[in-house]
Antibody
Framework: EVQLVESGGDLVQPGGSLRLSCAAS????????LSWVRQAPGRGLEWISF????????VYADSVKGRFTISRDNAKNSLYLQMTNLRDEDTAVYYC?????????????????WGQGTLVTVSS | EIVMTQSPVTLSVSPGERATLSCRAS??????VAWYQQKPGQAPRLLIY???TRATGIPGSFSGSGSGTEFTLTISSLQSEDFAVYYC???????????FGPGTRVDI
């Protein structure tokens, strides 16, 4: 059974830093790209970052570019999100998601498996 | 930059009825659309990709259609477990970028 379990969410002051982790099991972790998606309280979904299976390609939404860093450790089946210079508007539940690759089109179409999320609250 | 919009914001439907949700892209995105369902307190669930292909394990009551700028998710006969928020999402080729619509809430 595919499982993704996020951790590391906390209350942090504006300008602070936090590192989220996502522990994966039930699939060959090193063969899959992954993403982080967040959801502010009562709001919609916002994709924020993508990392390729080997970790050599990373992509960021403009809202977090330069402040957040996605990384992975394939030996530990783990995905990470290092967040710095946090702002009030970064308050959200952060989900990790396995990226589904559609062979026929050659596109990553989104997340086929998701964790339950971890809450990050940025407030003074 | 591509913007995804969804209508209506809220759709009130009776169990057993058909629900039709709309999604519009600000420019031609071919068939590069996925649909997700999210229930309160739960993670999103992938329903449809490539505009009309059901994801693994998704029942036939869910169907997607459209291409270009106009897309539709249809739930043929609403069951109690289908009341949720539904998001459309555009995906890019390379580099991968994912843009969500604001969602449509389907309630009783």
């Amino acid at each position: 059974e595919v499982q993704l379990v996020e951790s590391g969410g906390d209350l942090v002051q504006p300008g602070g830093s936090l590192r989220l982790s996502c522990a994966a099991s039930g699939f060959t972790f090193s063969s899959y790209a992954l993403s982080w998606v967040r959801q502010a309280p009562g709001r919609g979904l916002e994709w924020i970052s993508f990392i390729s299976a080997g970790g050599d390609t990373t992509v960021y939404a403009d809202s977090v570019k330069g402040r957040f860093t996605i990384s992975r450790d394939n030996a530990k089946n783990s995905l990470y999100l290092q967040m710095t210079n946090l702002r009030d508007e970064d308050t959200a539940v952060y989900y990790c998601a396995r990226a589904y690759y559609h062979d026929r089109s050659g596109y990553y179409v989104g997340g086929d498996y998701w964790g339950q999320g971890t809450l990050v609250t940025v407030s003074s | 930059e591509i913007v995804m919009t969804q209508s209506p914001v809220t759709l009130s439907v009776s169990p057993g009825e058909r629900a039709t949700l709309s999604c519009r892209a600000s420019q031609n995105i071919r068939s590069n659309v996925a649909w997700y369902q999210q229930k309160p307190g739960q993670a999103p669930r992938l329903l449809i990709y490539a505009a009309s292909t059901r994801a693994t394990g998704i029942p036939g009551s869910f169907s997607g259609s459209g291409s270009g700028t106009e897309f539709t998710l249809t739930i043929s006969s609403l069951q109690s477990e289908d009341f949720a928020v539904y998001y459309c999402q555009h995906y890019n080729n390379w580099p991968p970028l994912f843009i969500f619509g604001p969602g449509t809430r389907v309630d009783i």
